[in-house]
């Protein structure tokens, strides 16, 4: 979850491209997967009783 006023006329799409262009190295290496919300300060004003969830890891592998 991101709440940034820098978000602001940006499209949820232009959002998300400017968090992965910033995890570029992350996502490449280290990083599997990444659920995004990415919200302005209003409109996360406006979602403070909402509960957010995440899709469960579908991943192939285990922690060992």
């Not at 799409?13 to 490449?28: G, P, Q």
């Not at 599997?32 to 991943?59: M, N």
Request: proline share 3%; with cysteine; charged share 20%.
């Amino acid at each position: 979850m991101l709440v940034s006023d820098r978000f602001t006329g940006e499209r949820f799409l232009n959002r998300h491209r400017m968090i992965y262009s910033t995890l570029a190295e992350e996502l490449s290496t280290t990083v599997h997967a990444l659920a995004l919300h990415t919200y302005t300060i209003k409109e996360w004003e406006g979602l403070q009783d909402t509960v957010f969830a995440s899709p469960p890891c579908r991943g192939a592998g285990s922690i060992a």
